[in-house]
């Protein structure tokens, strides 16, 4: 709002002295500024707009200055260096955002701006062939929480596993299986841990005469790769990430799509043989080499499935389809969006996000094992350690740029140094402070105007600044600015605690001051629950 109000001045003010309107950039930014001293908010658009309008920025932003002034709501507008403008609103303005906040409700931060998009959101996608491991579980938090943060801005997200049920990994699996129902070693390559020898028993208690049958490696893959397939289900709806679609690799082999995909590639011109293989023209659109897709005895590459993979989302009608995947496939960056400009796409409509790795560390030494698994940590692990609500928090709460180590031993304590205890705490405190309210007979007010603390306009500005933090966590694909965000207004309300009196005092009156300051706490709880359902985690009453 004060950004529209900012421009709008500005449209007038070179209006007025007939320069040119043209020279405003579309987006005027208003920023808090990092020291309070300076403002409430700050602005650049003087020195953005001053050499297009062909005027110094000290003089565009004395005249912004003197207008902005004039303007209801705005207490006072300074100047600062080469031409920025330090802002600061009159009290009852500034509280209006609470009133704003407590008529939005849960729809708070939400908005439209997405609305015109159809998403596929894929994520997780971890091959059948064992628990769901650290990186997946990485990707089921954030991929979870980065299609809520998108529905919320508007987008329609169909959020989608791919399952990799087709290809050598699944040939290893099953061998594994047989031999361990054997009482045989894992054959070379396959898979151990103590989940093998599970699912093989199951297996044979379903079908005892599965050993020996003339299909046993068929009988094996069937049920055994379905009963881990319930497993990763299970894991991921326990985890609070759930999919709307479960996509078979197994299912584009078997219908003919990766055929169709190839011979349609083939008619564009966009498949080319050499060696008797048939190759994707991928470095025309920007891979570091072109890719096989159909090998030289004829059996489809893996970037085959892939690509009529992609040819299938789009024929479904997502104009945008997002791939989060492992540290270990930057390749798949450039050959998606080569497959998409093979099929005449825009490779826009790809994106890819690559996470990184995950570790965890108890007592400052890095946990390996897992009881079930054998090599590797699983998300049952992590969940079994710290609860859902810690886990999914932890995992949320980095950019998946980089690698992250999760500290066991502080996500289990109840203080200030747990993220997850701090942001949750806050949300109990006020969930209390209301209770304690009700029974004192105090009610939400709407005298904002006397809300003029420093501690209470730190909080009213911080949450204003929500909507902005979702907005751009949905454009940059970063869920992670939700949870810092609610870092953040945590410790304001913390602050704004300590140094606010919101409930009277013995027999002290209730006045409009204490009626104001529980409606601004009203407000602070609204927004934590807001950011803590975006981040699929639990917003206590009661801690």
Not at 12 to 27: C, I, K, N, S
Request: charged share 25%.
């Amino acid at each position: 709002m004060l950004a529209d109000l900012v421009r709008a001045t500005a449209r007038a003010v070179l209006t007025d002295r007939g320069l040119d309107v043209a020279a405003l950039p579309d987006d005027v930014g208003v920023e808090r500024p990092r020291n309070p001293e300076h403002g409430d908010y700050a602005t650049n658009v003087a020195l953005r707009t001053a050499k297009k309008a062909g005027v110094p920025p000290r003089d565009l932003a004395t005249w912004l200055a003197e207008a902005l002034v004039a303007r209801d709501g705005v207490a006072s507008a300074e100047i600062a260096g080469p031409g920025f403008i330090n802002l600061r609103l009159a009290s009852d303005a500034q509280g209006a955002m609470v009133g704003q906040v407590l008529a939005a409700g849960p729809a708070y931060g939400t908005g439209d701006e997405l609305a015109a998009r159809n998403v596929n959101l894929e994520f997780v996608s971890a091959n059948p062939t064992g628990p769901l491991h650290l990186g997946g579980t990485r990707w089921a938090a954030v991929g979870d929480a980065l299609g809520r943060v998108l529905s919320a801005r508007g987008a329609k997200v169909t959020r989608e596993y791919y399952f990799n049920d087709a290809g050598g990994q699944i040939d290893r699996f099953v061998g594994s299986l047989v031999a361990a129902a054997k009482g045989e070693p894992a054959p070379e390559n396959g898979y151990g841990g103590a989940y093998i020898s599970d699912i093989a028993a199951r297996v044979v208690a379903v079908e005892p005469a599965a050993l020996g049958a003339p299909d046993q490696d068929e009988i094996f893959r069937r049920v055994g790769v379905g009963f881990m397939f319930d497993e990763i289900k299970q894991d991921l709806h326990r985890f609070g990430t759930d999919f709307d679609v479960w996509f078979h690799e197994a299912s584009l082999h078997a219908s003919g799509a990766v055929d169709a995909a190839v011979a349609q590639l083939k008619e564009s011109g966009s498949l080319y043989e050499s060696d008797g293989a048939w190759w994707l023209r991928s470095t025309d659109h920007g891979d570091d080499k072109d890719r096989v897709v159909i090998k030289s005895d004829g059996k489809p590459a893996y970037i085959a499935g892939d690509i009529a993979y992609l040819r299938d989302k789009r024929a479904r009608g997502f104009d945008l389809c997002i791939y989060m995947l492992g540290a270990d496939h930057h390749g798949y960056v450039a050959r998606l969006k080569a497959a998409a400009a093979a099929f005449g796409d825009d490779p826009a409509v790809v994106e890819v996000l690559i996470g990184q790795l995950v570790n965890l560390v108890k007592d400052g030494q890095p946990v390996r094992m897992s009881k079930r698994a054998g090599t590797v940590v699983t998300m049952e692990d992590l969940v079994d350690a710290v609860g859902v609500d810690a886990a999914r928090y932890s995992l949320i709460r980095s950019s998946v740029d980089s690698s992250l180590d999760i500290d066991l031993d502080l996500l289990v304590k109840r203080s200030n140094d747990n993220p997850v205890f701090y942001v949750q705490y806050a949300h109990a405190r006020l969930a209390s402070l209301a209770r304690n309210a009700a029974d004192v007979g105090l009610e939400p007010g709407d005298a904002f105007g006397l809300l003029d603390h420093a501690r209470e306009g730190d909080l009213i500005r911080t949450i204003g600044e929500f909507p902005e933090v979702v907005r751009a966590a949905a454009e940059l694909r970063e869920p992670h600015r939700v949870a810092r965000y609610l870092e953040s207004l945590a410790s304001a309300y913390h602050k704004f605690y300590d140094a606010c009196r919101v409930l009277p005092m013995g027999d002290e009156e209730i006045t409009d001051l204490h009626r104001a300051r529980l409606a601004l706490c009203v407000a602070a709880r609204q927004v934590l629950a807001n950011g803590l359902e975006l981040l699929g985690v639990s917003a206590p009453e009661r801690m």
